[in-house]
């Protein structure tokens, strides 16, 4: 995680040079993106660094007088991406703290719309509500829906299918908040946000399990050789 001494004496203009970013789309329970009930959550800079950790794992079998246990093929283990998003203020939003709920979210839509892509000024509570939104169910009646998986979006990493692609489908498992930094009244300037995603092969009602073949493609054009 980024440390205040890092990060909290910076402006977000420092954070703004990116050419691309990476971006989280919603999916409903059909798989599809959307952005009828939310936009991509775009991140206003790219971590310093990230993680994609996975493992496979094998049964094993102890035979008496071997030297080593005997291995069997089990199944492969879940992969998750860690990253931290930060999110920097340069100006303190207006002050809606007067206003009941209804025109407090009034207020919030029309100074979304006139700051539309100002990567100087994130609406830093926006974003928190939605990746925590993700981490919540939802109640429709007697019935529980759990939170769909995102597309995590990641530019030219190959984080994607036979290292070829640059998104995955991921649950978001875990959105740990440390706030580094305020205005004078409170509002956050500085915050970071841990994110942990779970890869899935779930899309709405399909499942894509994915074969070793699929990477031989790219893995053939590695260029170094003894």
């Not at 996975?54 to 030297?67: L, Q, T």
């Not at 019935?143 to 290292?163: A, D, E, M, Y």
Request: aromatic share 10%.
């Amino acid at each position: 995680m980024a440390g205040l001494l890092s990060i909290g004496s910076m402006s977000a203009g420092d954070l703004i040079e990116a050419t691309e970013r990476i971006y989280l789309s919603p999916l409903n329970e059909k798989g599809d993106i959307d952005n009828g009930r939310l936009p991509d959550l775009v991140l206003q800079h790219w971590p310093d660094t990230f993680s994609d950790t996975r493992s496979a794992d094998r049964s094993s079998y102890d035979v008496i007088g071997s030297s080593h246990p005997l291995y069997e093929w089990s199944r492969g283990s879940a992969r998750t991406v860690n990253l931290d998003a930060i999110f920097v203020r340069d100006l303190k939003p207006p002050d809606f703290s007067s206003l009941n709920p209804l025109e407090l979210l009034e207020a919030l839509a029309k100074e979304a719309l006139s700051s539309s892509n100002d990567f100087r000024n994130p609406n830093i509570k926006a974003a928190l509500a939605w990746l925590r939104s993700f981490t919540y169910p939802e109640y429709v009646g007697d019935q529980v829906i759990p939170p769909p998986p995102v597309l995590l979006h990641i530019p030219n990493s190959g984080i994607g299918t036979g290292g070829l692609e640059d998104e995955i489908v991921a649950y978001i498992t875990m959105c740990n908040i440390t706030y580094e930094e305020f205005f004078y009244n409170g509002e956050p300037r500085v915050v970071t946000v841990n994110l942990s995603l779970m890869e899935t092969i779930q899309r709405g009602g399909s499942i894509s399990l994915k074969s070793r073949n699929e990477w031989f493609e790219l893995a053939n054009l590695y260029n170094l050789s003894k």
